[in-house]
């Protein structure tokens, strides 16, 4: 064979080798949407916090890994089965926790991977810093121990009023709970319930620690659940300081999961010391924020927060996980055709 010829083949088969799409992953009557494009409109598409979707994930992805590498052998499945019961406890147990779950299309693995990260971001949070000794018995000043609470949960607000109404004309407490709570986890108890600090809702606990001993809410206390009618059965008796210092440390902890800026800077620290390096220069934002020393100024196109989306994810804030889950990609994209194996070809 003439070296013309074996030239021309071996051209041919790499023009065609260069020509070949990315693997496939959607098509419609209107064509086809390859790997290629997908990743493609990922690194440019904004989210609303600023980033691209592309940054958004791979920050997430990025700091799933190192939390994972700093305290994966810290955070054992048993620790993550015991949490998870704990967050199931409030809709009833892990049955009707798993049935709420799937309405909201998520699944016990999804949460159990949450669940994980939440607790290793905690022990970064605990790494990063120093509760005093004034903290603790400030909080020791203000702190409520655990007390019995029975609750009715219906959904509608004049069901409720008329409910309070008839507690207060002197009908049982636990008839009504079998009669009309749509909480059916607390059904065998009276509606009865540990009130333990930040196991609830916001709402549920605050108007909780305003009552005394026997008393019961006059107006319906609303939150995402329906319309809950509380009383206090037992007001719970607090211990010396070195009894209760476990659990007041413990609430110390629990506030500084809610700050963001201690989070950022806990996780900062150790994005810092895993040597990241993002080979895409698309993405090179993608963990920015994290890579800046605490109080130096964002250099440009850094200056976003965190993602406030992938915060409460870390944290597990237990009102995302009560909400139904959003997904920025439900917004709406225009779609626009992108060819450029045509000129590859005719070039």
Not at 39 to 53: D, H, I, L, P
Request: net charge negative; with cysteine; hydrophobic share 35%.
């Amino acid at each position: 064979m003439k070296k013309w010829l074996v030239g021309a083949i071996a051209g041919s088969g790499l023009l065609l080798a260069g020509c070949q799409s990315s693997p496939e992953v959607a098509s419609t009557e209107a064509g086809r949407v390859r790997e290629d494009d997908l990743y493609e409109r990922m690194k440019n598409e904004t989210t609303q916090s600023g980033m691209t979707f592309g940054e958004q994930m791979l920050q997430q992805i990025l700091l799933e890994d190192i939390l994972e590498e700093a305290y994966g052998d810290q955070i054992t499945d048993e620790d993550v089965e015991a949490e998870l019961e704990r967050e199931a406890e409030q809709y009833g147990g892990i049955e009707e926790f798993e049935q709420m779950l799937e309405m909201q299309g998520m699944s016990m693995d999804d949460v159990r991977t949450s669940v994980r990260t939440s607790l290793q971001v905690r022990a970064a949070i605990s790494d990063h810093v120093e509760v005093t000794e004034e903290e603790i018995e400030e909080a020791y000043e203000n702190y409520a121990v655990d007390a019995t609470v029975a609750h009715i949960l219906v959904e509608d607000f004049e069901l409720a009023e008329d409910l309070i109404e008839e507690l207060n004309d002197g009908a049982d407490f636990g008839e009504l709970v079998a009669e009309h709570t749509i909480d059916t986890g607390t059904i065998e108890t009276n509606g009865e319930m540990p009130l333990e600090p930040g196991r609830f809702v916001p709402e549920f606990e605050e108007a909780a620690m305003e009552l005394e001993e026997g008393e019961i809410t006059q107006e319906p206390v609303e939150s995402q659940f329906g319309y809950h009618i509380i009383k206090m059965v037992e007001m719970g008796e607090k211990g010396s300081l070195e009894e209760e210092r476990d659990q007041i440390e413990d609430m110390i902890l629990d506030s500084y999961m809610q700050d963001q800026m201690v989070v950022q800077e806990a996780i900062g620290e150790l994005v810092r010391d895993a040597n990241v390096q993002i080979a895409d220069e698309d993405l090179a934002g993608a963990m920015q924020q994290f890579l800046q020393e605490p109080g130096e100024q964002q250099m440009p196109g850094g200056e976003q927060e965190i993602d406030q989306d992938l915060l409460d994810e870390l944290m597990e804030d237990e009102e995302a996980m009560e909400e139904e889950p959003t997904d920025d990609a439900d917004e709406d994209v225009d779609s626009e055709d992108v060819d450029s194996d045509d000129e590859a070809e005719d070039e």
